[in-house]
Nanobody, 121 residues
Framework: QVQLVESGGGLVQAGGSLRLSCAAS????????MGWYRQAPGRQRELVAT???????KYADSLEGRFTVSRDNAKNTVYLHMSSLSVEDTAVYYCTGGSRFWNGDYRFDYWGQGTQVTVSS
């Protein structure tokens, strides 16, 4: 089992920045990819960004350039730096961990409890 704990959410004004953190513990050797999803009220959960243990990143097309995912393997922590935030970025942000396969597909087996990000106008 892998435990994921997010932190760093909160209230920010439009145009501002925020950094989320996700600390992984447990059987972390069993995962080779981590990432972030988000879910806004009344909407489906959607991909934000992923990063492999090797540092390969993938972003939702609409977010690349404003959001940056990174990781510190020594701390087993993944970060999501968000900038130029807008009200539309308001959502619960979930950290996830799982596998990236040779064909580029992902399967995420572990999820954090989520952290609320609210952007005010």
């Amino acid at each position: 089992q892998v435990q994921l704990v997010e932190s760093g959410g909160g209230l920010v004004q439009a145009g501002g920045s925020l950094r989320l953190s996700c600390a992984a513990s447990g059987s972390i050797f069993s995962i080779n990819a981590m990432g972030w999803y988000r879910q806004a009220p009344g909407r489906q959960r959607e991909l934000v960004a992923t990063i492999t243990t090797g540092g390969e990143t993938k972003y939702a097309d609409s977010l690349e350039g404003r959001f940056t995912v990174s990781r510190d393997n020594a701390k087993n922590t993944v970060y999501l730096h968000m900038s130029s935030l807008s009200v539309e970025d308001t959502a619960v942000y979930y950290c996830t961990g799982g596998s990236r396969f040779w064909n580029g597909d992902y399967r995420f087996d572990y999820w954090g409890q989520g952290t609320q990000v609210t952007v005010s106008s």
